[in-house]
Nanobody, 121 residues
Framework: QVQLVESGGGLVQAGGSLRLSCAGSGRTFSNSAMGWFRQAPGKEREFVAAITWSGSSTYYADSVKGRFTISRDNAKNTVYLQMNSLKPEDTAVYYC??????????????WGQGPQVTVSS
């Protein structure tokens, strides 16, 4: 079992930055690959980024590549999503995920509660 608690959402103007954190506990966190997804109103949950258990490899959706950075600190059992150059279309509820690997929501078993990120134009 893995418990995920997210923080760092909020309201920001276009062009601004936010950093999301996802603190994990339970089953060995450092052995788990992690992902970030987002879901805008009326849309499907979509892949944003993923990182391997060691942090040596990262993967991004084309829509965020070059603007977002996923990282992790296994000593703190925490995964981060640094979001720069934010756009109004980045507005969504953001979820961290664990217990799997891939770019589909069904690839993961455990989910955080999902903080809201709102980008105003």
């Amino acid at each position: 079992q893995v418990q995920l608690v997210e923080s760092g959402g909020g309201l920001v103007q276009a062009g601004g930055s936010l950093r999301l954190s996802c603190a994990g506990s339970g089953r060995t966190f450092s052995n788990s690959a992690m992902g970030w997804f987002r879901q805008a109103p009326g849309k499907e949950r979509e892949f944003v980024a993923a990182i391997t258990w060691s942090g040596s490899s990262t993967y991004y959706a084309d829509s965020v590549k070059g603007r977002f950075t996923i990282s992790r600190d296994n000593a703190k059992n925490t995964v981060y999503l640094q979001m720069n150059s934010l756009k109004p279309e980045d507005t969504a509820v953001y979820y961290c995920a664990a217990g799997g690997w891939g770019a589909l929501p069904g690839d993961y078993t455990y989910w955080g509660q999902g903080p809201q990120v709102t980008v105003s134009s």
